[in-house]
Every structure is written in structure tokens, then in C-alpha cells.
DNA sequence: AATGCTGACAACCGCCAAGGA
DNA sequence: GTCCTTGGCGGTTGTCAGCAT
């Protein structure tokens, strides 16, 4: 396929938007809508690519967008659903009514993925320190650990990089690990079927479910945990846990 | 006051999938 | 089935304001 030149080549404009484009902008979509976005420029009096239109409008001009700062429950929000749905930016900004992917992606790089390192290098040492003194208690049960997002310190690449190095070791095709289905969404998590079936349509389902009935290898344990706990976060708060 | 650095955000680029001719 | 257009997405870059030196 040939692609079509860019705008510098075809005398159009680039850069940022000035007031008065903006304006031309809202009114003609006010007025007439945006039914072909290569031919609206043209029709409105722009000289701007079409491409670049649609994206002004999606990530700026359109009437439903929430400007400001990103509240604590949005910030969750978002790490949560990163967590489930990876850097899927538009299925995240579906989620959050008012946000675009762009500005979610934004404040992705620029606020979270660091805060989140923080927390998992935190984490990962706290982990560390509380399985050499004992993870399980007597009846072999995990003391569950209930923490926030907003619990944030210091971190370092080689922490993250250990636990993604242990992730690969689990066997995920084992029995320990059967697959995610809508029903795990609703009946784990205690979520609404409605929000179950939508995040189950999204999700990575090559991830696994670990089960820990009977496991005696630590390191599947180990690993399950890490999953576990993961989940406590998406799902906002403490469901009942599976049976350790 | 001048300069350099950094973070935040807006905008662009390149690719892909869907759909129509 | 092929070609082409279009819209959408994620990654990346550019710009600018605020801060530190």
C-alpha cells in the first residue's frame, strides 16, 4: 500500500494548535459532525491533516473531557487495569470516563511507572525479609498481606528484573494453574457479572490461575503469591481467599 | 540574570485491521 | 482475492514551563 504523504509535504500545518483552529474546529463538528475526518480539514477551512483533527478533538476539544489532575482512586484505577490489560491505552481510557488513552498514557510514563516500581521493589523486599522468617503459619495458611497503592518508596531495575526472572521460571501450563474464565472475575473477586465479563473479554489469558491445593514446591507457591496478592490490588479490596 | 536540566503534556509517526470498491 | 482508504492504536518525539545551579 502507498501511504499517502505527510502533511509538511502537502502544505498543511503542524505543530500546536492555536486558538482560532480550535475554535474552527468545534464549530464545524458542533455544526456538521465528523463523518470523514480525511475530508473535514478541507470542508472546515483547515489546514491541518485530517489525522491531526481527530486527535485534537479525542484528546482535547471533545465537550466530555475531564481536564485536571488525576485523582488517588483514578491513579489506582489505572494501575490496576495496566496490571490486568498491559499498556491496552484505549481499553484503560474505557474505563475511566472523561480520561483519553493519551492523557492516561502520559501520566503512565510520567507519574505511575515510577511510583510502581517503587512499590514492587518495596514489596519485593518486604517479601524477601518476611519469607526467611516464616510465610506460612501453622496450618500452612499465607498471612495475607493488605496494602494500598499509594504505599510508595525507593526501588532499583535489578528488583524488577528478579521478579520477572522468577515468573519465568513457574511452569504456567501445570495443573496448579488453570485457566481464567469470566466466572473467576465474578466469583473470586466478588465483582458484578457485567464488570467480570467486560474485564474477562480484555484480559491476558495466557495468564494463569494459581491454585495451591497440595503444592509442595515452594517456588510455585512463591510465584502464587505474587499473582494472589496482585489481584487484591485489582479488585480494590480483600476478597475471600482461595484455600491455601 | 543566564544557562542547563527535568518533568509534563501535546502532538506526530508508523503500523495495523476493517471495510468498501 | 486484491487494492485502497480510513480510523484507531501504541510508541515516540517536540515543546515549554519550572526549577536548580
Redesign the pocket.
Known sequence: ??R?P???KMGLK????SPEEDQILVSYINKHGH?????LPKQAGLLRC???C???WI??LRPDIKRG?FTKQEEDTIINLHEMLG?????IAARLPGRT???I???W???LKKKLKNYVSSQDSKRQSMISISQYDDNNNVSSPQRCSSEMSSVTDSSMEKIEVKKEEIDYSSEYFPAIDESFWSEELHLPKEDAREINEDVDHNAQLPLLESVEDSKVKDSSMDFWYNLFIRAGDMPDLPDF
Open positions: 500500500m502507498v499517502a505527510c502533511c509538511e503542524k505543530g500546536p494548535w463523518g470523514n475526518w480525511r475530508a485530517g489525522k491531526s481527530r486527535l485534537r484528546n482535547y489532575d499498556n491496552r491505552w484505549s481499553a488513552d493519551n492523557e498514557k502520559n501520566v510514563h510520567t507519574h
